[in-house]
């Protein structure tokens, strides 16, 4: 069965460092997202991604973060400069209809 | 405004009996689709049912079945013949607009504990 996959599963980094989580969705999906869900907390909305570009985003997504799809396949979120509270798991997401979640890389800044 | 509502931070059932957990909802758009998730304490989100707001049925998926009450705005996750293995928290969560491409909008979630 079809999976959205991510890497890493864990990313430990320090504050002020840049990252990039990766995800690969489900091959025929056009729609991808990223979510984070900070732990205990319920899951937030960060960004949508149709058609090579940005469709919605919420108002976490500030100019830290960015996406793109550097190719056919892969799905990624920069983060440029972390913050303590960025600290999270972080959700890729596609979708046709229904939407099917990725493992989820869990991102800790120190 | 909370889009989403889920009440029960926390639901026990005991192994085989059937659990029900509730969600209600906020919107005034005429389509939109709700979906529930399982979270295991391993944090991935699995995709467990989804009911579009047009559906004259309610969504079944094996065990689990969505009562949807329109009128009432609430997308209850009824669980039957409850297993150890669904012990996780239960995610509510709504789509505005039942196309493909909108954001979804989680509630709190539920942490249900299954007893042997």
């Known amino acids: 069965e079809p999976e959205v996959t991510q890497t890493p599963s864990h990313q430990v980094t320090q504050m002020g460092q840049e990252v990039i989580l990766r995800c690969v969705p489900i091959?025929?999906?056009?729609?991808f997202y990223w979510y984070r869900q900070i732990l205990g907390q319920k899951v937030e909305f960060l960004v949508s991604?149709?058609?090579?570009?940005?469709?919605?985003k919420s108002e976490i997504f500030d100019d830290q973060f960015s996406v793109e799809r550097p190719d056919g396949s892969n799905f990624t979120l920069k983060i440029r400069s972390t913050k303590l509270e960025d600290s999270a798991m972080y959700f890729c997401?596609?979708?046709?209809?229904?939407?099917?979640f990725g493992p989820g890389t869990r991102l800790t800044v120190t | 405004a909370q889009k989403i509502t889920q009440t029960q931070p926390g639901m026990f059932v005991q192994e085989k009996e059937a659990v029900t957990l509730d969600c209600t909802y906020d919107?005034?758009?005429?389509?939109?689709?709700l979906f529930w998730y399982k979270q295991p304490s391993s944090g991935e989100m699995i995709f467990l049912i989804y009911?579009?707001?047009?559906?004259?049925q309610n969504a079944t998926e094996g065990r689990y079945s969505l009562n949807f009450q329109k009128a009432r705005k609430s997308a209850n996750l009824v669980i039957s013949a409850s297993q150890l293995g669904d012990s996780a928290m239960y995610f509510c969560?709504?789509?505005?607009?039942?196309?493909?491409?909108?954001?979804?909008?989680f509630g709190e979630g539920t942490q249900l504990t299954v007893n042997p």
């Open positions: 009911q579009g707001s047009y559906d004259e």
């Open positions: 091959s025929n999906h056009l729609y």
């Open positions: 997401a596609s979708n046709s209809a229904e939407q099917y």
């Open positions: 969560a709504m789509r505005e607009e039942e196309t493909s491409g909108s954001r979804l909008t």
């Open positions: 919107t005034s758009d005429q389509s939109y689709g």
């Open positions: 991604f149709y058609n090579n570009e940005i469709s919605e």
